[in-house]
């Protein structure tokens, strides 16, 4: 390994295969549920007021701050979840599948 | 106003430039060269056909309304779509393993391949449907009527409706495709999602910066009630929020372009992200362009037409049309993919049935089934369109967008329960699944799709005001006196909150059949299960004739044919047909559930190859899978760890090993050295006596004396190296005695006393008493006290070099201490001076081989005992000794020996 090492990796021993598959799978089971609890009462409530930032209402500023965060945070993890997790190849070409015989 | 005709020739240029896309996808994905369409963007933008003519106008309409509330619509796919890991993925999985069709058809397979539930889940799914695509219709109407200035709305909506199932026919039903997947309309439905997109966002920042003069100024126009910060976050959002999560999951178009349409699962890892992001966009401007209609446009215009009307009443034609035709892409690809999804689930579970039976009385010809599959898809395009214009004219088309939308939300939330509960819970039966489907589906009709169609509607009016026959407590929107709800919240706690329990009501008293074991075993396994290896469990015999007979009446001849002769190839079977054996039918019904769903294909191979015998006892195994993987998980773990604790033992004991080898090398060449120096002087005073004849007696005596104390030297080392030897190898046997300390003490004093004159060291003891006695061998044991003294004669470089000789005895050892005022050795050295062979920092050439200490620690370690450095808090440090306490006192011995 070059450049970056992980932590709680011991030297002369491969790094432990499962820790980062285990987090990107946190991470991924985790960011829905904070997305849940930010946009649902009772947290979002606290920032039910009236007042405005730059005239736009604080509460919008909110929420649509959230749902970014989200975007970001579910790229992230998407990433993390492509770099550890060996997922099924794709389905068949189009090309190969019986159906489209029919018409070849 | 633009012109009716105009309009017209642009909806329908749009829909030829759409039709070429989906025409060319078809083709290139037939090729297979079509690498751009199974990209993850064009899957993500496949799924935005979420944002329906709903969105388009019905956001800024609800905006207008509601304020915030329209958010929680796109929220709740949002918070699904970035949590694909808890269940979409699961789907997805399922979705490819079982060659599902669509949602009637993952719910049917799941719970036993049951027909019955097919028919439900369609049946709730075309009623679901059916307010959802009036709502299309409805937009279409309006956005046609306010751009022309039309007024002959029902009859304008008839002929969209005509149209979109003349298009939608045209564009879905052109072949079944064998794993029910239409490239050329995914295609279609992503181009639109780029128009639907770019046209909301153009009206966006028309509003803001055309019309508001940025967003400061815009929002300085938001009427002050039109976010009311306390009542947001209310039981509404959390309903809408958790109905529209649900409403992704559920809605037979999602689930056919998510889980249905889906080549790879990698790009559910893109749109987990770009969906979303795809929502955010589409929702950024819709409370400006809220605002600015309300500002600008006069009192009392349609909210739900903000959108249009906005560049409409600014002379902005150009921007108008856009966002007709915006407006249009949202309601055609919505109209399109449920139609094509509702109508495969009709072929397939309802129509499908009929035809088994017919198939199976006449001699029908290949392929004919295909046919008539077809056929029906298509009147059920027709039907279900028809079904959405009846709806539109029954309800008056005067609702606003988001209203009716949320009734067809409630409705496919029906099918949540049985399908959340089918992909995680063993327990889940067939009979469950019916009675909360059933019970769900029917509350949902009476507490809101009834009630929806208005108080001249089908529900006499009467019911709604008083309840029927004058029950107050069966009023359908307060039923059991729930009164006062939000409709909505109302209809959605009654009817899902019954749905899930009978659900898990009616599954816990119920029995689960065999094959609903099966299913639900693969289901809820399908990350740990391989690919299609149900046929394990199931035994069957069937004719291959009658199966290629089958095949070809289902698939059409070319390929049946080619799968046919891909498992006798797979067989190994050169000619002619395959052996029917499990796998192989097992094989066969899996591409048959593709083209015509689980429940029908099961009837049919069913019929074919005579009732299937599930192996309970290979069904014991599987329901015992889970509970076996986990112990072989925990016993992995435990090896693993075992392994890992192995593999330390192992590299330590390598290192000693190694260390070991370094120090054998090490002795080896000292021995030599050591014995090369003795034996070079002895050689060459040897040559002088012999060649030299003119010697004076004088120098051949001491000559000779030399070569005599170096061969006594040598024969010192020989013995110690002899000594050391037997001694590590366990050889010499020490005979134990007990011995007086004290002798021990003074007669190595008294041995040492000329050499420490000699030096000037004094020496000074502590005498023990004579009545401790130690076990060890007397001659040893001075061997080693001898030893150490010498030492600290030897290398006692302080100027009044002083030795201290003290003892201890504590129980059942006794220690004696060396000290001197020499320095001792550091912490470093503390354990190389026991090495064979060391030399201190010290030492002084020709002074010793190096093996007194390792023989001493030898000795002792044979005599029970110890030898080592201990160091002193100062730094300072002495040897010490350690030995046995001899309770037994030599008297009495020998008394009990004689």
Redesign the interface.
């Known amino acids: 390994m070059t450049g970056r090492r992980r932590p709680f990796q011991r030297e002369g021993r491969p790094a432990d295969p499962g820790l980062g598959v285990r987090k990107a799978r946190d991470a991924a089971l985790a960011l829905p549920l904070i997305g849940m609890i930010l946009t649902m009462p009772p947290v979002a409530q606290i920032f039910a007021i009236d007042a405005e930032i730059g005239g736009v209402p604080v509460v919008l500023g909110y929420v649509f701050g959230v749902w970014l965060l989200l975007v970001i945070g579910a790229r992230a993890t998407g990433k993390r979840i492509l770099d550890t997790e060996t997922l099924p190849e794709p389905r068949a070409q189009a090309g190969k599948d019986a159906g489209s015989d029919a018409e070849a | 106003m633009l012109s009716s005709d105009l309009l017209l020739a642009v909806a329908l240029g749009y829909v030829i430039i759409l039709f070429t896309v989906a025409f060319v996808g078809d083709r290139r994905?037939?090729?297979?060269g079509?690498r751009w369409l199974?990209s993850p963007l064009v899957y993500t933008l496949s799924i935005s056909v979420y944002c329906t003519s709903w969105t388009f106008y019905g956001a800024v309409g609800s905006a207008a309304r509601s304020g915030?509330e329209f958010?929680t619509i796109y929220?709740g796919p949002?918070?699904?779509?970035?949590?694909?890991?808890?269940c979409l993925r699961k789907l997805v999985?399922i979705g490819?393993v079982h060659r599902i069709t669509s949602i009637a058809d993952l719910i049917s397979s799941r719970y036993g391949k049951s027909p019955s539930l097919a028919v439900v889940v369609t049946l709730i799914a075309i009623a679901a449907t059916t307010p959802y695509i009036a709502l299309q219709l409805q937009s279409v109407t309006l956005s046609f009527a306010a751009i022309t200035g039309a007024t002959e709305e029902y009859r304008s909506a008839f002929w969209v409706a005509a149209g979109m199932a003349a298009f939608t026919i045209l564009f879905g039903t052109r072949?079944?495709?064998?794993?029910e997947?239409h490239?050329g309309v995914v295609a279609a439905i992503a181009v639109e999602a780029v128009v639907k997109l770019v046209a909301l966002l153009a009206i966006g920042v028309f509003a803001v910066w055309g019309l508001g003069g940025g967003?400061?100024?815009i929002?300085?126009e938001?009427p002050g009630d039109m976010?009311e910060?306390?009542k947001?976050?209310?039981p509404r959002?959390?309903t809408l929020?958790f109905l529209s999560a649900v409403a992704v999951l559920c809605l037979p178009r999602q689930f056919q372009v998510t889980v249905v349409e889906n080549?790879?699962?990698?790009h559910l890892?893109?749109a987990?992200?770009m969906f979303?992001?795809y929502l955010?966009l589409m929702?950024?401007f819709v409370?400006p362009i809220a605002i600015a209609g309300m500002a600008f446009l006069p009192p009392g215009s349609n909210p739900d037409l903000f959108v249009l009307n906005l560049p409409l009443a600014h002379g902005q034609d150009a921007l108008a049309l856009l966002a007709f035709i915006g407006g249009f892409s949202s309601a055609t690809s919505m109209v399109i993919v449920a139609a094509i999804a509702l109508s495969t689930m009709v072929s397939n579970h309802m129509v499908a049935p009929f035809a088994i039976k017919i198939l199976m009385k006449g001699n029908a010809a290949s392929g004919d089934v295909r046919e008539l599959l077809l056929a029906s898809r298509r009147v059920s395009i027709g039907i279900i369109l028809g079904l959405g214009y009846v709806y539109y004219e029954l309800s008056g088309g005067t609702g606003a967008l988001a209203a009716t939308g949320l009734i067809a939300f409630v409705g496919v939330a029906q099918i949540l329960p049985s399908m959340l509960g089918g992909i995680f819970w063993r327990g889940a039966t067939r009979a469950g699944a019916l009675a909360g489907l059933c019970g769900g589906g029917t509350l949902w009709l009476y507490t809101l799709f009834l009630p929806s169609l208005g108080p001249d509607g089908l529900l006499p009016t009467m019911w709604l005001i008083d309840g029927p026959f004058g029950i107050a407590l069966l009023r359908p929107q307060a039923l059991l006196g729930l009164a006062g709800a939000d409709p909505i919240v109302h209809a959605t706690v009654w009817s899902l909150g019954v749905n899930a329990v009978l659900f898990i009501g009616v599954s816990a008293m119920s029995r689960i059949e065999p094959l609903d074991r099966l299913q639900g075993a693969l289901f809820i396994d399908v990350f740990r299960s391989p690919e299609g290896e149900s046929h394990r469990f199931i035994r069957r015999e069937a004719a291959s004739e009658d199966l290629y007979v089958l095949a070809q009446r289902i698939?059409?001849a070319?390929?049946a044919r080619?799968?046919f002769k891909e498992l006798a190839q797979a067989q190994g079977v050169v000619r002619g047909l395959p052996n029917p054996t499990d796998a192989l039918i097992a094989r066969l019904e899996r591409?048959l559930s593709?083209?015509i769903g689980a429940a029908s294909a099961h009837a049919m191979v069913t019929r074919a190859a005579g009732g299937e015998v599930i192996s309970l006892t290979d069904l014991m195994d599987i329901a015992d899978e889970t509970q076996r993987l986990i112990e072989t998980s925990a016993r992995l773990a435990d090896k693993t760890r075992e392994l890992e604790r192995t593999a330390a033992e192992l590299r330590k004991v390598n290192e000693r090993l190694r260390r070991l080898d370094r120090q054998k090398d090490d002795f080896l060449s000292q021995v030599s050295h050591e014995l090369r120096t003795p034996m070079t002087s002895i050689r060459s005073f040897a040559e002088i006596l012999r060649s030299d004849a003119s010697l004076a007696p004088g120098e051949m005596r001491r000559f000779t004396s030399i070569i005599h104390d170096e061969a006594l030297r040598l024969t010192r080392l020989l013995d110690e190296i002899l000594d050391i030897s037997r001694l590590e190898a366990g050889h010499a046997a020490i005979p134990l005695r007990p011995v007086v300390l004290a002798d021990a003490l003074s007669g190595s004093i008294d041995t040492v006393s000329a050499l420490a004159r000699e030096a000037g060291v004094t020496i000074t003891a502590d005498p023990p008493p004579r009545e401790l006695w130690v076990s060890a061998d007397s001659d040893r044991l001075r061997q080693v006290l001898i030893n150490l003294l010498s030492n600290a004669i030897r290398y006692n470089t302080a100027a009044e070099p002083r030795i201290e000789l003290r003892w201890r005895a504590d129980g059942a050892r006794v220690e004696v201490d060396v000290a001197d005022n020499g320095g001792g050795v550091s912490r470093a050295e503390a354990e190389d001076i026991f090495a064979k062979f060391w030399r201190g920092s010290r030492a002084v050439e020709g002074q010793g081989a190096g093996l007194g200490l390792p023989i001493s620690r030898a000795i002792m370690r044979r005599m029970g005992g110890d030898l080592s450095v201990v160091f002193e808090d100062d730094g300072t440090s002495f040897f010490r000794i350690s030995l046995a306490n001899s309770d037994r006192h030599p008297q009495r011995r020998t008394a009990a020996a004689e």
């Open positions: 994905a037939r090729r297979g079509s199974r915030l958010v929220l949002t918070l699904v779509f970035v949590g694909w890991w808890w999985r490819r072949s079944i495709d064998a794993n997947r490239h967003v400061t100024a929002f300085a938001m976010i910060v306390e947001i976050f209310g959002w959390v929020t080549a790879d699962e990698r890892v893109t987990s992200w979303p992001l955010f929702s950024l409370i698939l059409g070319g390929p080619a799968l591409e593709g083209s």
